[in-house]
């Protein structure tokens, strides 16, 4: 089975989820005997994944992209919300423009387009070589802006790639829906894979804020971009009504932004400037540190189509509170779960998971024997029966 | 000769609302749950008593009338007869016209359905006491067999129950200790002297409770005639079968849509078609009956899951430190002689609220979902911990208020 990749990222070149989840899959399936290969649109430098990865050379700034699709994480580039889009989707298109000497080239089995960024060139790819193209959705507009004002560029593209796919993966069940709602796909044309997750346990290293937590402080962690999406102003909501309960919490935000200048003037303007921490974007150890550090990991999200970081945090031996509006809440039983907007209730599982001890020990030890049956060999499987069903 | 005894468990509990934190303090009903959700006791009670209790109780009325060899037997917990009183007193009554034909038995039990005789042994024979003067005031009968909550059992509970003059006790035939031996005898517990011990027959109970309307069993569907076919197949080879289950089962667990109560309608005629069989409540069958031998259970047994222990009640960390709170409250609130703060007290040792924090869902699985009324174990654990804070805090400011009460004296 030979099949041609389309992504746009792949780690350590990665601004959130998308990266490490194509990486995973690819090399699940590299290992099942799928002959992939990965197409990037320019050259970047990464390490041999596994399989093949072949750079086309887009004239384009990848790091504009990569900020424009990602809500600025990094800071490379602090462009506005509003202004990213046409870079963005110009990008989109000169990965279309590029694809079709490689896509001959390899002559695979079938196309698999990771969102809506490598849509255009799946297209492409589809047209000029006709081979069945998979569409997989990782998020859409609709979740990337909370439904507020989706692109219509992007929304446009998302929606011409998902109807003229000859199937579509999504990445959970709220993800399907999200597209048979918004985007008009027949249900039966959607198969969901669900994420998986590498490291099921990571090495113990010394906890950061030490200081702290010896004066009996207890660590509440949001780890993720800081815009819309990932609903770090209820996070902030959510703070603020539990310190006024409890003040032995500090409250620390792992990750950059948009919403960045925002949570600083609320967090002063709430007046628990005092009780939160601002660290900016982890990668790795450090990442792995601030997971092990915390009591409790929260994933507030407006609109998750998975939320791989909540498998980060379990394998880092952390209980975890995650929306409902979540990809990830439909395969984990033993974590803590709200809705995003009920911020009574998120701080009253956070003073609760801080008050009674048994709680926390007991979803660490119950998460983490789930975790086992969340792991790309399964994934990859699944992937392996939508080919199948193509070819 | 085969005797057939019938023994249905009835029983709601108290449940917990979504009890916040920020609620200790300044909320102290705990169970006035007004949603739509499954945490409405008044809603649920309405709903079972629609589906299960009046049909089934009417059902059995007319059984009762129609065989005179009929018998049966219940457990009703004090907290399902509060409830039955303030919501569905139309099912109170049906279960009074039951005992009036002088061939329904009652048993005896801990009032608030808890797991009290493994924490406080003082706490379990006040709530026995309560249980059999509601009994009393009821239903005008005084209980003779003991059953405690989840039939968990262990040999110290046969020795305490033969002290305070019960004829029998009710648990699990389970194989564990019974070995090579069949549940439809009657058995002596090990050290007692006369108190006899009743074993469900969990195969045959099953079958009805949890597989009736379970298509992919080999057995489905099943008819009365078959399942009596089963019973006369026992005759020879034992002398009583125990057939034990939630109430429930009719109406509730098995719909009616599946046929349960035709089944029932036509099982005693089918049963009574052997004439060496016969009915007998669970008094009756330790009076008529020798013990065949003796039973041995050192550890605890209970009627649940594939372990039948206490793992659903106290398999993990959050199980166990919320029994071991509630438990550990125990002479402040009664020093306090404040009669709601007990009372709610006990109401919060009923055994299912510790059920619905069981967290092995992925083996037993889908049985321990289905009853749950909260969304995860956690949700459970939070509500009941939070309130059982709230109990704490009463305790502590009825005792200042005693104390600055003296002082001002």
Not at chain 1, 157 to 162: A, D, F, P, Q, S
Not at chain 1, 210 to 236: C, D, H, N, S
Not at chain 2, 49 to 65: D, G, I, Q, T, V
Not at chain 2, 309 to 334: H, M, P, R, T, V
Request: glycine share 6%; hydrophobic share 40%.
């Amino acid at each position: 089975m030979k099949v041609l990749m389309l992504g746009w990222e792949l780690p350590p070149h990665n601004s959130g989820g998308l990266g490490v989840a194509c990486l995973g899959l690819a090399q699940a399936l590299t290992r099942k005997g799928v002959n992939i290969t990965f197409v990037l649109p320019r050259k970047i430098n990464i390490q041999d994944p596994g399989f093949e990865v072949y750079f086309l050379d887009t004239d384009f700034e990848f790091e504009n992209l990569k900020s424009a699709y990602t809500g600025l994480t990094g800071g490379v580039l602090k462009i506005l919300m509003d202004d990213f889009p046409p870079d963005f989707v110009r990008g989109a298109m000169k990965f279309a423009e590029k694809i079709e000497k490689i896509a001959k080239l390899k002559n695979a089995d079938v196309v698999h387009a990771h969102d809506w960024m490598t849509f255009p060139a799946g297209i492409v790819a589809q047209k000029k070589t006709k081979t069945p193209l998979i569409a997989h959705v990782h998020s859409t507009e609709i979740d990337r802006t909370g439904g507020n004002f989706p692109n219509p560029y992007v929304y446009a593209i998302e929606k011409e790639g998902l109807q003229l796919a000859n199937k579509i993966i999504a990445v959970s069940n709220f993800t399907k829906n999200m597209i048979v709602d918004n985007y008009q796909i027949p249900p039966q044309k959607v198969a969901v894979v669900y994420n998986g997750i590498e490291k099921t346990s990571s090495q113990k290293l010394s906890p950061a804020l030490a200081e702290l937590k010896k004066m009996g402080y207890k660590i509440v962690l949001f780890l993720g971009r800081v815009t819309l999406q990932k609903g770090p102003e209820y996070f902030i909501k959510a703070a603020k009504r539990a310190l006024e309960f409890n003040k032995k919490i500090i409250f620390v935000v792992v990750g950059d932004g948009d919403m960045m200048h925002f949570m600083i003037y609320e967090a002063s303007r709430l007046g628990i400037a005092d009780k939160m921490i601002f660290t900016g974007f982890l990668r790795g150890e450090e990442k792995d540190r601030i997971y092990q550090t915390a009591d409790l990991y929260v994933m507030p999200s407006v609109s998750e189509p998975f939320g791989i970081t909540t498998l980060e945090a379990i394998a880092n031996n952390t209980p975890v509170l995650i929306s409902k509006q979540s990809g990830v809440s439909e395969v984990l039983q033993n974590v803590l779960k709200v809705d995003f907007w009920d911020t009574e209730e998120m701080a009253n599982k956070i003073l609760s998971l801080v008050k009674y001890k048994s709680l926390g020990k007991v979803l660490r030890a119950e998460s983490k024997k789930e975790l086992v049956n969340i792991n790309w060999h399964k994934s990859a499987d699944e992937c392996i029966k939508v080919y199948r069903s193509l070819v | 000769m085969s005797s057939i005894c019938l023994y249905f468990h009835v029983h709601q509990p108290w449940r917990i609302k979504n009890y916040r934190i920020f609620d200790i303090g300044h909320d102290h009903d705990y169970f006035n749950d007004s949603s739509d959700t499954k945490l409405n006791n008044a809603k649920i009670l309405r709903k079972v008593a629609e589906k299960s209790y009046l049909p089934a109780n009417e059902l059995f009325l007319r059984l009762l009338n129609r065989y005179k060899e009929l018998k049966i037997s219940y457990s009703i917990t004090g907290v399902i007869i509060e409830q039955l009183m303030q919501y569905a007193p139309d099912v109170l009554e049906s279960f009074i016209r039951l005992v009036d034909t002088g061939r329904v038995e009652i048993l005896s039990e801990t009032y608030y359905h808890s797991l009290a005789f493994f924490y406080s042994k003082k706490e379990f024979e006040k709530q026995v006491d309560l249980h059999s003067k509601i009994v009393k005031e009821i239903f005008g009968f005084t209980p003779k067999v003991f059953r405690n909550t989840e039939l968990a059992y262990t040999n110290d509970l046969a020795i305490w129950a033969e002290d305070k003059g019960f004829i029998g006790i009710i648990t699990e035939g389970w194989d564990n200790f019974l070995g090579w031996r069949s549940p439809n005898f009657v058995y002596k517990p090990v050290g007692a002297k006369s108190i006899k011990l009743l074993l469900k027959n969990y195969r045959l109970s099953d079958d009805m409770a949890f597989r009736f309307s379970e298509r992919s069993w080999s057995q489905w569907p099943l008819t009365s005639e078959k399942y009596a076919s089963w019973i006369h197949r026992i005759n020879g080879n034992g002398e009583v079968v125990n057939l034990f289950m939630d109430y429930e089962t009719f109406g509730e667990h098995q719909w009616k849509e599946h046929g349960i109560f035709e089944f029932l309608e036509k099982l005693p005629e089918e049963i009574l078609k052997h004439p060496d069989n016969d009915f007998v409540t669970p008094s009756e069958a330790c009076l008529k009956y020798p013990a065949r031998d003796e039973i041995d259970v050192p550890g605890v047994v209970t009627w649940a899951d594939t372990e039948r222990d206490l793992s659903a009640w106290l398999g993990n960390a959050i199980q166990e430190s919320a029994l071991n709170f509630i438990y550990k409250l125990e002479k402040k609130i009664l020093s306090s002689k404040d009669e709601k703060l007990i009372e709610d007290w006990r109401k919060m040792q009923t055994s299912d609220h510790f059920y619905y924090m069981c967290t092995k869902w992925f083996s037993d699985g889908d049985v321990h979902k289905y009853f749950n009324p909260y969304n995860s174990p956690y949700d459970a654990f939070i509500s009941f911990m939070n309130a059982a804070n709230d109990l704490k805090l009463r305790a502590k400011t009825r005792k200042l208020n005693i104390r600055n009460a003296k002082k001002l004296d």
